[in-house]
T-cell receptor
């Protein structure tokens, strides 16, 4: 089945220790997104790629970076995680207007 | 600033009843509208999309859009306990060929047996 895959599903990192979350897709969608969702809050768009074109939301902290080496993969790098970065990180893809989410990565910062 | 507002709930309905979930948005330029279902600890799942004024039905779900009132709703007929989840309304303002979504915080729906 075509799908969006995120690894790992659960990630524990230490305060200030860089961490990378990964997303892959078999849908061959040209747009990939990263969202942050904290408990009882709306998913918040961090950035997205339209093909290779990177689009950063204005209020996304510099601490968050992304890479998309090819159509199938996209990475979220958090350079120096703080306690406030603990959240569910959601990857989504789309070809048209409908977005499809992966299962998410739950990040804990100790 | 783009805003999407939803009543946080919980909305409690008995099994078999109609659940009505509502959403308002601030940007009159919004182009497309989506409802996602999110179970606790899981990721959002797309259940409905609507692009033009009026009603759109898919099985037990009906989405309703009124752009003049900046209002979109989701009706769930014959509600089941398995429908108990948080329902997220999402709005896209992009006029290009893909969406960038602003989400509401969601309405929690509880369906009692």
């Amino acid at each position: 089945d075509a799908m969006v895959i995120q690894n790992p599903r659960y990630q524990v990192t230490q305060f200030g220790k860089p961490v990378t979350l990964s997303c892959s897709q078999t849908l061959n969608h040209n747009v990939m997104y990263w969202y942050q969702q904290k408990s009882s809050q709306a998913p918040k768009l961090l950035f997205h790629y339209y093909d290779k074109d990177f689009n950063n939301e204005a209020d996304t902290p510099d601490n968050f970076q992304s890479r998309r080496p090819n159509t199938s993969f996209c990475f979220l790098d958090i350079r120096s995680p703080g306690l406030g970065d603990a959240a569910m990180y959601l990857c989504a893809t789309s070809r048209g207007h409908e977005q499809y989410f992966g299962p998410g990565t739950r990040l804990t910062v100790t | 600033q783009k805003e999407v507002e939803q009543n946080s709930g919980p909305l409690s309905v008995p099994e078999g009843a109609i659940a009505s979930l509502n959403c308002t948005y601030s940007d009159r330029g919004s182009q497309s509208f989506f409802w996602y279902r999110q179970y606790s600890g899981k990721s959002p799942e797309l259940i409905m999309s609507i692009y033009s004024n009026g009603d759109k039905e898919d099985g037990r779900f009906t989405a309703q859009l009124n752009k003049a009132s900046q209002y979109v709703s989701l009706l769930i007929r014959d509600s089941q306990p398995s429908d108990s989840a948080t329902y997220l309304c999402a709005v896209n303002v992009n006029a290009v060929g893909y969406s960038t979504l602003t989400f509401g915080k969601g309405t929690m729906l509880l369906v009692s047996p």
